[in-house]
T-cell receptor, first 111, second 112 residues
């Protein structure tokens, strides 16, 4: 059974810092890994999708890496801004064709 | 031009009632999903439909019944509501199962 873990559960950093969010999964047989953002009281917004054959994906100040063999992914946020404050969720799709989520990292960027 | 919409946004009801949540997507996607986010913010899939056909049915009580009248709509009907059903329910869609999923804004269900 696939399990996804995100560390840390919460993170607070000053504006302008670079930061890394971590995600690990127990079953390396995945199709892809996705990073989402959830704002309070809102739905999820897809940030990046990494196919199992890829090592990383970039979108603006965001860079996500994937090491499938070790069951790890990181989301790197450069030059953080207060608007980046949100909960970040990692999720994987495997053979069961369903998205399995981690519990998220609640990120606060302090002005 | 909302991509995935849900109604209602909030739903407060008494135990034992029957309620429905509607979901519509205008992205032309073939696959739609229902997720439940509990009080600890943990998101878990409940159902998945592809072209109106049920493909994922997680271990949820049979009081929950999804209905897909066409591939743009996936509604969730809940019978005999219980306190433990209180949660935020999210609808999502994707072109195919392993593709990027687009989520609706969620429906916060409170059972009193």
């Amino acid at each position: 059974k696939q399990e996804v873990t995100q560390i840390p559960a919460a993170l607070s950093v000053p504006e302008g810092e670079n930061l890394v969010l971590n995600c690990s999964f127990t079953d390396s047989a995945i199709y892809n890994l996705q990073w989402f953002r959830q704002d309070p009281g809102k739905g999820l917004t897809s940030l990046l999708l990494i196919q199992s054959s890829q090592r990383e994906q970039t979108s603006g100040r965001l860079n996500a890496s994937l090491d499938k063999s070790s069951g790890r992914s990181t989301l790197y946020i450069a030059a953080s801004q207060p608007g980046d404050s949100a909960t970040y969720l990692c999720a994987v799709i495997g053979g069961a064709q369903k998205l399995v989520f981690g519990q998220g990292t609640r990120l606060t960027i302090n002005p | 031009d909302t991509a995935v919409s849900q109604t209602p946004k909030y739903l407060v009801t008494q135990m034992g009632n029957d309620k429905s949540i509607k979901c519509e997507q205008n992205l032309g996607h073939d696959t739609m999903y229902w997720y439940k986010q509990d009080s600890k913010k943990f998101l878990k899939i409940m159902f998945s439909y592809n072209n109106k056909e049920l493909i994922i049915n997680e271990t949820v009580p049979n009081r929950f019944s999804p209905k897909s009248p066409d591939k743009a709509h996936l509604n969730l009907h809940i019978n005999s509501l219980e306190l433990g059903d209180s949660a935020v329910y999210f609808c999502a869609s994707s072109q195919d199962t392993p593709d990027t999923q687009y989520f609706g804004p969620g429906t916060r269900l409170t059972v009193l």
